[in-house]
């Protein structure tokens, strides 16, 4: 990564080895070299692009004006009490606290976020493929017993390391402390066809493709790299570089359809379709098609103009049994506005909007939304045109309940609702996780079958 071209700052970390990074903002280092002074990085950037942390800082902060709700103090400078984090202090705090970089910064007469603006990385530790060997220390170990069976260490009832040649270290971040090939935990949450490592095969696996019917699995979570979710839409150069989503199809398989770039498909989905251009090209694998996100905004003649930049003008009309079409009226267009550069639009196309034509595809086991669509590709038909989409409302709900069939819900073990033991971010009250608020002992559970 070449950091000075690296457009916000963003402290990363490489999970093999622990090494913290900081990319520069370019602009607000280049004005402050000038002698210049900005507090907000988004005033050196064009337009009013924010550093997303200094975003995020500022919203939190002035959410809360007077404290009442508890957040202004986690975003409180703790250089400079009563007031408001700023970027540099947010890195310094960080550095000042990173294992081993204050002293390398002192030896170069250096503070641990000057050495960082001048390097942009430091080697916190050579190697992180040792981290279960990881001691124990006594502050850890006081309170903590060793089960004689199994060696785990446990402390208030949860397992917080094992012994490992006569030491006490942290393990793995398992049940067990151990690196698991069998997972009690799949058999515990009723999947005991999954408690050693196995493929499985998915709803667009090649077993699932009617290859004569034209049944394809479609792609539609890679993006276009100019694109940035949906942000995309407010920026506008960004747009200007990308303002359109066509199905990307390998040369093998547009043959067999008879299409070339431009031409358009319907893209048949569980629920319903969508009506694409193509783009041919090399880089899609044979019997794959893909469509990026991003795109395919859409507002209805009625409402709020809002943003111009990135939305189609759409119909939306329905056939009252369930079934929904949209089609565009009117794409983009150049606009009056503050900003000259909306009366400079030379694009029109606004993109298809293909999420709508997705059915609820919940993973049995994760619960996490299945992206990847099992699609049947056809020839626009003499009535289609470019971005119409259709959905059926009741085969969508047919969709959703069909999957939901394949789940085995909860409750799991003590009434839980997912296991107690796997890390999260930001992980909720220990109460949350228990369909009751508490653990489910047995006596209660036996109750609760008999009734």
Known sequence: ??????????????????????????????????????????????????????FWIQLSWRMDPDGSLGIRKHFESPYRPGQCINIDEYYQYIFEHTKGLPEAAAKEGLTPLDYMKKYGAFNVEPSAYHGHLKELTAEQMKGAAVDPATQVIRKDGKAIGIMYNGK?????PTPSRRNEFYSQTMADWKWPEYTIPTYIKSHIH??????????YPLVPTFRLPTLIHSRSGNAKWLYE?????PIWMHPSDAKKFDVRTGDLLRVNTDIGYFVDKVWVTEGMKPGV???SHHLGRWRRPQDAPGNRWAVNTVNIETDGNGG???NTKNGIAPFQSSDPDSARIFWSDGGVHQNITFPVHPDPISGMHCWHQKVRLEKARPSDKYGDIYVDTNKSFDQYKKWMAMTRPAPGPGGLRRPLWMKRALRPAEETFYLNGKPEVEADKGKKEKA
């Open 1 to 54: 990564m070449d950091y000075q071209r690296t457009p916000r700052p963003q402290l990363l970390r490489d999970p093999r080895l622990r090494v913290d990074r900081l990319p520069q903002p370019v602009l607000r280092e280049a004005l402050r070299r000038a002698g210049k002074k900005v507090e907000f990085t988004y005033e050196a950037n064009p337009g009013e692009v924010w550093e997303e942390d200094e």
């Open 324 to 326: 929904w079409k949209m």
């Open 206 to 215: 090649e077993e699932e493709m009617d290859r004569e019917k034209g049944d």
């Open 168 to 172: 006490p270290v942290e393990g793995f």
């Open 241 to 245: 570089i990308s303002n359109r989503n």
């Open 289 to 291: 098609i893909a469509c």
